[in-house]
Nanobody, 120 residues
Framework: QVQLVESGGGSVPPGGSLRLSCAGS????????MGWFRQLPGKERELVAT???????DYSDAVKGRFTISRDNAINTVYLQLNCLKPEDTASYSC??????????????WGRGTQVTVSS
């Protein structure tokens, strides 16, 4: 089992930056594909970025070129660097750890989230 705790959220003006962290506990952290998602009240959760065990990354079009996902497997932590923030980036950001087994089983763990508010 994996437990995830996010931190680093806050309130910044448009154009500002934040660095979110997601600290994981549990075994075999490196085999999990890690993702950052965001959600506004009343809206569906939106995928922001993912990074797999080989550090291959993928981003949504909304954040490509502004956000950077990275991971430090030595300390079981995934980061999301948010630059050039816009008001529409305001949301609760959560991290996810996902592992797919050969037999089709999927283990999926979520953190509770950290709030990012972009406002002047």
């Amino acid at each position: 089992q994996v437990q995830l705790v996010e931190s680093g959220g806050g309130s910044v003006p448009p154009g500002g930056s934040l660095r979110l962290s997601c600290a994981g506990s549990g075994k075999d952290f490196t085999v999990y594909t890690m993702g950052w998602f965001r959600q506004l009240p009343g809206k569906e959760r939106e995928l922001v970025a993912t990074i797999d065990g080989g550090r291959n990354t993928d981003y949504s079009d909304a954040v490509k070129g502004r956000f950077t996902i990275s991971r430090d497997n030595a300390i079981n932590t995934v980061y999301l660097q948010l630059n050039c923030l816009k008001p529409e980036d305001t949301a609760s950001y959560s991290c996810d750890a996902r592992r797919r087994f050969i037999n089709g089983r999927v283990d999926d763990y979520w953190g509770r989230g950290t709030q990012v508010t972009v406002s002047s």
